[in-house]
């Protein structure tokens, strides 16, 4: 089972980028987007739900990023716009087999079981 990131890069302030995530071998039930930026700890920044899609936004991006999901290709995605030089970070995907996880649980990195190997996003001023 593997978590493939890609769609990092560098970016003025105000652009966007779209990261995506794609799981081979198998489906999980849920999904994140973490990301580090250096000297600074993991934070979260979004999850969804396979089956229902139900998704939740860090407050941090609420209305700038967007998760989603694309069934067929068996891939998630992170659409980032009006990004900020603080939105710089590696960004890691997650996933988890494990349905029924409080949304409160869900943002936490420690109930995500298998990370994608990070993606860099630069965003200049």
């Known amino acids: 089972v593997q978590l493939q990131a890609s769609g990092g890069g560098s970016v003025q302030a105000g652009g966007s980028l779209r990261l995506s995530c794609a799981a081979s071998g198998r489906t999980f039930a849920r999904y994140g987007w973490f990301r580090q930026a250096p000297g600074k700890e993991r934070e979260f920044v979004a999850y969804?739900?396979?089956?229902?899609?139900?998704?939740y936004h860090a407050d941090s991006v609420k209305g700038r990023f967007t998760i989603s999901r694309d069934s067929d290709k068996n891939t998630v995605y992170l659409q980032m716009s009006s990004l900020k030089p603080e939105d710089t970070a590696v960004y890691y995907c997650?996933?988890?087999?494990?349905?029924?996880?409080?949304?409160?649980?869900?943002?936490?990195?420690?109930?995500?079981?298998?990370w994608g190997q990070g993606t860099l996003v630069t965003v200049s001023s």
């Open positions: 997650a996933a988890d087999g494990t349905y029924h996880v409080r949304n409160d649980y869900s943002r936490l990195a420690a109930y995500y079981g298998y």
């Open positions: 969804i739900r396979w089956k229902t899609g139900s998704t």
